[in-house]
């Protein structure tokens, strides 16, 4: 990202992931996902396309699933952030993310974070998806390895072990 030493920089607070996080000196049009990664220290979301096409930055923010890389972070001051390192307990993999490596719908793991937050998002929503309601949750995510039937079962998978009770 370019520094823009002619603009004002600024100090804001972020709540993420439950705890309120100051940003300092910082340029008013970086996008979240820069200060998410580079002046949080949190690098789950990931920067592929920059363009909220690919859905590897997918964030929660105040309970939508959105792209990070188009969202200015000094317009979030008011807002919950959510990020793929909120998801699993005491360091444990989350049931999606356990899924996820069991149906093998990790490969290169690009696109995984982004996936794993979406897939979150919409079990915590809809326990029980059908394949259209998984296909339109997921269709802002891209994935150029496991041709998504993988990323489907484990979906699915993850469903049906909420439903019964148990673990994935």
């Known amino acids: 990202m370019t520094r823009h030493s002619d603009s004002a920089n600024e ?7 439950g705890s309120d996080r100051e940003v300092t000196d910082a340029w008013v049009g970086e996008s979240l996902l820069y200060v ?4 949080l220290g949190l690098p789950g979301a990931k920067g592929a396309c920059e363009q909220g096409e690919c859905g590897s930055c997918t964030v929660i923010m105040d309970d939508r699933a959105v792209c ?5 972070a000094a317009s979030a001051t008011e807002s919950r952030i959510l990020t793929v390192e909120s998801l699993g307990d005491d360091g444990r993999l989350s049931d999606v993310q356990q899924a996820f490596l069991d149906a093998g719908g990790v490969q290169c793991g690009f696109c995984t974070p982004g996936f794993i937050v979406a897939v979150h998002h919409l079990l915590d929503r809809n326990p029980q998806p059908d394949d259209e309601e998984i296909k339109e949750a997921l269709s802002g995510n891209i994935c150029r390895c496991t041709g998504y039937g993988r990323i489907l079962e484990a979906v699915k998978v993850v469903a049906r072990g909420r439903t019964h009770g148990g673990a994935a």
């Open 11 to 17: 100090s804001y607070r972020l709540n993420v992931n």
């Open 36 to 39: 998410l990664r580079e002046r």
């Open 68 to 72: 990070s890389c188009l969202v200015l």
